[in-house]
T-cell receptor
Framework: DAGVIQSPRHEVTEMGQEVTLRCKPI?????LFWYRQTMMRGLELLIY????????DSGMPEDRFSAKMPNASFSTLKIQPSEPRDSAVYFCASGAGGGETQYFGPGTRLLVL | EDQVTQSPEALRLQEGESSSLNCSYT??????LFWYRQDPGKGPEFLFTLYSAGEEKEKERLKATLTKKESFLHITAPKPEDSATYLCAVPKRGGSQGNLIFGKGTKLSVKP
């Protein structure tokens, strides 16, 4: 059974460009999470969807960040415009029920120059 | 403010040398404490969930325990393949169950 799938795995872009990260959760899971991980701040929750509806977006740093989940098998995290301080590893995770146990994807390593 | 603090930041062990990692939290009304393992370049992998003080869970050489203010991850006779960063997390107070606060992790290195 495939785990959480993320694409791209690596992204290098220039400041000001739009970045779109993609995630396919585990089939049957109804919770989806986007995280950001940096050395300084560790792993931080950005946004949490349940049944495709955003439940908690209090971790989204600013209006440059947006996330969508148009259906149960796909989600995107978009950064527009990107800035160097957005450089991090972005993880998507999914879970069943209330998301108590979360299964993480391999992450997207983003570098904004 | 809700906080999760892990110690030590890094731990080096010889193969077979048992030790413990600590996770302390300030969230009141704990609704679970989660342990994850993260290998370099990979996403965290779920290990355990503990819900009440006194609860223990085991998996191979790992045993997690929980008190009212902290959790320990005991590693018995570790092997080099146990080398990884171990993360603990708790649900944010007042937040949804899935809104987890993660500690910075303990990086464990086990030398043969």
């Amino acid at each position: 059974d495939a785990g959480v799938i993320q694409s791209p795995r690596h992204e290098v872009t220039e400041m000001g460009q739009e970045v779109t990260l993609r995630c396919k959760p585990i089939s049957g899971h109804n919770s989806l999470f986007w995280y950001r991980q940096t050395m300084m701040r560790g792993l931080e929750l950005l946004i949490y969807f349940n049944n495709n509806v955003p439940i908690d977006d209090s971790g989204m740093p600013e209006d440059r960040f947006s996330a969508k989940m148009p259906n149960a098998s796909f989600s995107t995290l978009k950064i527009q415009p990107s800035e160097p301080r957005d450089s991090a590893v972005y993880f998507c995770a999914s879970g069943a029920g209330g998301g108590e146990t979360q299964y993480f994807g391999p992450g997207t390593r983003l570098l904004v120059l | 403010e809700d906080q999760v603090t892990q110690s030590p930041e890094a731990l080096r062990l010889q193969e077979g040398e048992s030790s413990s990692l600590n996770c302390s939290y300030t969230v009141s009304g704990l609704r679970g404490l989660f342990w994850y393992r993260q290998d370099p370049g990979k996403g965290p992998e779920f290990l355990f969930t503990l819900y009440s003080a006194g609860e223990e869970k085991e998996k191979e050489r790992l045993k997690a325990t929980l008190t009212k203010k902290e959790s320990f991850l005991h590693i018995t006779a570790p092997k080099p393949e146990d080398s990884a960063t171990y993360l603990c997390a708790v649900p944010k107070r007042g937040g949804s169950q899935g809104n987890l606060i993660f500690g910075k992790g303990t990086k464990l290195s086990v030398k043969p």
